[in-house]
């Protein structure tokens, strides 16, 4: 039966979801049921597509790409695919009408990982950072907004400013690996052999210019979505938090993390402040 075939499939993509990353599925279980799903299988597709490119070293990365991608190709136009997690992924295309430019440009930002090490200009830097973070936010804005086209391009911007915030912020706690075991750079004009406290300094605050734009979309969510969007908010400022008092030369030579008691704090304080219509 399909349905039962759906069904292993969405279980698929949350366990990706559950076992790739505890902090983001802690998040999503704070969306209404009603839309949980779907996150997990956007989280899944992207997940699996960004593993090829990261971890995958012992395989030809190229290979499974290109199969990778036709996979994806023929999972949208047949509204089926044999890998449980394009499978999910297809369904919730199809039922928020999900654009194709979106899945393209992340296709192609993920694409650049295999073989660009480094991002020397402002545009290259902002071209990737759109196709890997930012139009993974508007998908999950579609599933937020539940087809209101006017609601989308109300928070379009927003929602694209939150994902670079996330995603910087994933650049500058991933620094050592990204430099030191993948060999790349994605912060243009920084020399991360010699990072120093002004330009970490520079980056944070690009940062925190985008978490503040961030935040103003996530008080318009509607309420489906608004508690689990700002839960993810709060785990990812407390993150540069910590990242801002962590020195340069440390942050070049370890992974800076909140500790599993600090994301239940925040996961209690964000309750809070959402039952007192804080946000």
């Known amino acids: 039966m399909k349905s039962l075939f759906d069904k292993i499939s969405f279980d698929c993509s949350k366990n990706v979801t559950k076992s790739y990353s505890t902090s ?38 190229e290979v499974l790409f290109e199969m990778f991608e036709k996979d994806l190709e023929n999972a949208l136009k ?11 992924f297809q369904h919730t295309v199809h039922k928020y009408t999900i654009p194709q430019t979106l899945i393209n440009a992340f296709m192609n930002s993920m694409k650049l990982d295999l073989y660009k090490k480094e991002y020397t200009t402002i545009d290259e830097y902002n071209n990737y950072i759109y196709g890997s973070a930012d139009v993974v936010g ?28 996330f995603q910087k912020v994933n650049f500058l706690r991933d620094l050592k ?37 961030g935040f103003e979309g996530i008080v318009k969510l509607p309420l489906e979505a608004k508690f689990g969007v700002y839960t993810a908010f709060v785990y990812y400022k407390k993150l540069l938090s910590k990242l801002k008092k962590t020195p340069s030369m440390e942050i070049k030579n370890t992974r800076i993390r909140v500790a599993d008691y600090q994301k ?8 809070v402040n959402y039952r007192l219509n804080l946000i």
């Open 264 to 271: 239940f704090g925040l996961l209690a304080k964000c309750y």
């Open 24 to 61: 983001f599925s802690v998040a999503v279980k704070m969306l209404a049921p009603t839309i949980r799903q779907d996150i997990y299988n956007i989280y899944g597709f992207v997940r699996f597509a960004d593993e090829i490119v990261d971890t995958f070293h012992d395989y030809n990365k």
């Open 78 to 88: 047949y509204k089926i695919s044999l890998n449980p997690v394009l499978n999910s």
């Open 177 to 213: 690996a990204d430099y030191e075991d993948l060999n790349r750079t994605y912060f243009p004009n920084t020399d991360l052999s010699r990072l120093d406290e002004h330009s970490k300094n520079e980056i944070i605050n690009e940062i925190e210019a985008d978490f503040h734009a």
């Open 138 to 165: 508007l998908m999950c804005l579609k599933v937020f907004v539940n087809g209101d086209d006017q609601k989308f391009n109300e928070l379009e911007h927003s929602a694209m400013r939150l994902g670079s915030a």
